[in-house]
Structure formats: C-alpha cells, structure tokens
C-alpha cells in the first residue's frame, strides 16, 4: 500500500522559512515521480515543485523559483520541500504526491496523495 505521510506544516511569518517532510512507503522510492502541490480553499490544486530520477526532471512553480527547494533522502524514502522568504501569498494546505509518470504532475493528476500539511505565513 502506497502511503505518502506529510509534515512540517505551521504558522510563521512573512520572511520566514519552513521546511516541509513526506515519508514515503509502500513503493520505490527511485522510480516514482514526487512532489508537492497546494491548495487554497476555491482554487485548484497547483504544482509548487516535483522531480523524477528517471528522466532527470525538476519542476518549481515561478512564483517559488529562488525561494523554494526540492530534496530527497533516499535512503530515508522522504522528499523535502525547504521554503524561504516566504509570503502571504503561500499560505495553503501543502500536499505530496507521488506516481509513476511525471507527466501526471503537469494536470494535477498523480495517482498518490497524502494527507496535506497547513502553512500560515502571516504579514
């Protein structure tokens, strides 16, 4: 069973940094696309960042580009997403999402979710 297990979420300030953890299991690590999106009540759920080992592949949402940075611990089956300089403007419930194929990132549509995590960033 696939199980993606995200943490890390909180409330800072405009400025501040977080850093986000999702703890895979149930596949291989290596030969999943993962990643994370978010989610504000209203809108539709938006790529922040996502990579693939195979092809090597790495996406940022512009609006994160410089501020942003996706990582993995293989060893450990985690995926970490370091957010800096942060902005009321990314405050959203965070997901990580995992599948085969990367190019079901693009549309939202990886087959694996896991529960979310919160980030407040208040001005």
């Known amino acids: 069973e696939v199980q993606l297990q995200a943490s890390g979420g909180g409330l800072v300030q405009a400025g501040g940094s977080l850093r986000l953890s999702c703890v895979a299991s149930g596949f291989t690590f290596d030969d999943y696309a993962i990643g994370w999106f978010r989610q504000v009540p209203g809108k539709e759920r938006e790529g922040v960042s996502y990579?693939?080992?195979?092809?090597?592949?790495?996406y940022y949402l512009d609006s994160v580009k410089g501020r942003f940075t996706i990582s993995s611990d293989n060893a450990q089956n985690t995926v970490y997403l370091q957010m800096n300089n942060l902005k009321p403007d990314d405050t959203a419930k965070y997901y990580c999402a995992a599948d085969p194929l990367i190019d079901n990132f693009p549309t939202a549509a990886p087959l694996f979710w896991g529960q979310g995590t919160l980030v407040t960033v208040s001005s």
């Open positions: 990579f693939s080992s195979s092809p090597g592949s790495t």
